[in-house]
């Protein structure tokens, strides 16, 4: 398993932008897949994007497409969030994860997890 740590979360208006990073520890960061899930309060954790080893492809949420991107540095051990045109309905905890798997959606896929960073958008 992969240690992870996610940054960058915090309190922001209606239209803003965020920049989450979530840094791995290990020397095998370039063997796995990263996604971005997201709980809200009462609510189930759910997908939020991925990114590929190499980070050649990418899938978004429908929810975030065109407002969200992924993206990330083998060589930093580092994955990213790049969050704009925020929403109030974006307020939740955001978790990175790795998966030893291709890339998906599921979080059966995911099997290490961060500790989450809170990202609140006001109206």
């Known amino acids: 398993q992969v240690q992870l740590v996610e940054s960058g979360g915090g309190f922001v208006q209606s239209g803003g932008s965020l920049r989450l990073s979530c840094a791995a520890s290990g020397r095998t960061f370039s063997r796995y897949t990263m996604g971005w899930f997201r709980q809200a309060p009462g609510k189930e954790r759910e997908f939020v994007a991925a990114i590929s080893r190499e980070g050649g492809s990418t899938i978004h949420a429908d929810s975030v497409k065109g407002r969200f991107t992924t993206s990330r540095d083998n060589a930093k051990n580092t994955v990213y969030l790049q969050m704009n045109s925020l929403k109030p309905e974006d307020t939740a905890v955001y978790y990175c994860?790795?998966?030893?798997?291709?890339?998906?959606?599921?979080?059966?896929?995911?099997?290490?997890w961060g500790q989450g960073t809170q990202v609140t958008v006001s109206s």
């Open positions: 994860a790795a998966s030893s798997l291709g890339l998906g959606s599921s979080r059966s896929r995911y099997d290490s």
